[in-house]
């Protein structure tokens, strides 16, 4: 009975990797990592001002400061994604269990005119997204999913086939309470002086010889929680809970006991590759499960990518 139940469990975990895009290096069912509620934080308690990235940003591109710490770093990059109105973010990766592997892929386009993403992975459990949320309708995003792992246009390229007549179309504030995010915002973690109180990051970073900065970021324990602050929704979204519910208990959310991250940017200060290793607790079902994962993430600023990928949305059926 007791293997049944792995089984079961594995399974289960297998599933959350897939649905939320990571590729498992290793699984455990037990030493669960305590939750930490964040339901009385704001993003804003998280990051630090406006004021002062605004004012680092200007003395990294003016020259005037050309040695920064990894959490710096992160912070003008982030700042410059947030002011760039055209780029393209892909993630991909596989996700590895006993009998073999999954892969999945997921794409963000961002233009002067929206932001248009599809997510999706094949395999033993299946997922398909498509999210579009357009600046002339901006109180309203467009969702369309399923789990059906033939909603497929075809396995190269992971182009969901969805069914438009399942799409919804929800309101921004609905989508903010659920996401505990809006469709813009640009990265996956929020990177700040608070968020980065335990853990490691690169001191005094300067342009390597290929003109590139390259860093290192690690956060754990009960900050790591925070600095997924709304990532943490997606994971539970993916998890099998559906748009729309009540907010949820801090259960129902990933507990994070580490996330580092290995940026590699330009000498203009644009975001390039990702690379991250993740180590967090999710209950799914009632079994609590924690999982480790790797996957990359890389950036594309130059027209015709963009234009390529947006056409890339279009093509995708739902």
């Avoid at 591109?61 to 947030?82: C, H, M, N, P, W």
């Amino acid at each position: 009975m007791t293997n049944v139940k792995n089984f079961i469990a594995y399974g289960i975990i297998i599933l959350v990797a897939v649905i939320t895009g990571v590729a498992i290096g290793s699984v455990y069912v037990s030493n669960i990592i305590p939750s930490v509620d964040t339901s009385s934080l704001t993003e804003a308690t998280l990051r630090d001002e406006d004021s002062e990235i605004e004012r680092l940003y200007n003395d990294a591109i003016s020259g005037r400061k050309t040695s920064f710490s990894a959490v710096e770093l992160y912070q003008i990059g982030e700042y410059k994604l947030k002011n760039t109105d055209r780029y393209v973010k892909i993630l991909s990766g596989d996700v590895f269990n006993m009998t073999g592997s999954q892969s999945m892929r997921a794409i963000k386009t961002s233009t002067e005119d929206g932001i248009y993403y599809l997510k999706m992975s094949k395999g033993i459990a299946s997922m398909s997204v498509k999210q579009k949320y357009e600046f002339n309708n901006p109180n309203e995003v467009y969702l369309n999913e399923s789990r059906n792992k033939n909603d497929f246009t075809n396995e190269e390229n992971y182009l969901p086939n969805l069914d438009e007549s399942k799409a919804k179309t929800i309101t921004l504030d609905k989508y903010k309470s659920f996401f505990n995010t809006l469709p813009t915002t640009p990265l996956t973690y929020i990177v700040s002086s608070f968020t980065t109180q335990e853990g490691t990051y690169d001191k005094d970073v300067t342009l390597n010889s290929d003109n590139k900065y390259v860093f290192n970021i690690k956060m754990t324990s009960e900050y790591a929680s925070y600095a997924a602050f709304y990532y943490s929704y997606e994971i539970r979204h993916f998890a099998g809970f559906s748009v729309p519910t009540a907010p949820p208990d801090v259960k129902d959310l990933p507990a994070w006991s580490s996330v580092e991250m290995t940026v590699t940017m330009n000498e203009n200060f644009e975001i390039e590759h990702i690379h991250y290793d993740e180590v967090y607790q999710i209950e799914v079902k009632g079994i609590d499960s924690k999982v480790t994962d790797d996957f990359d993430d890389y950036f594309y600023y130059d027209d015709a990518t963009v234009a390529e990928y947006l056409e890339v949305f279009k093509s995708a059926k739902g």
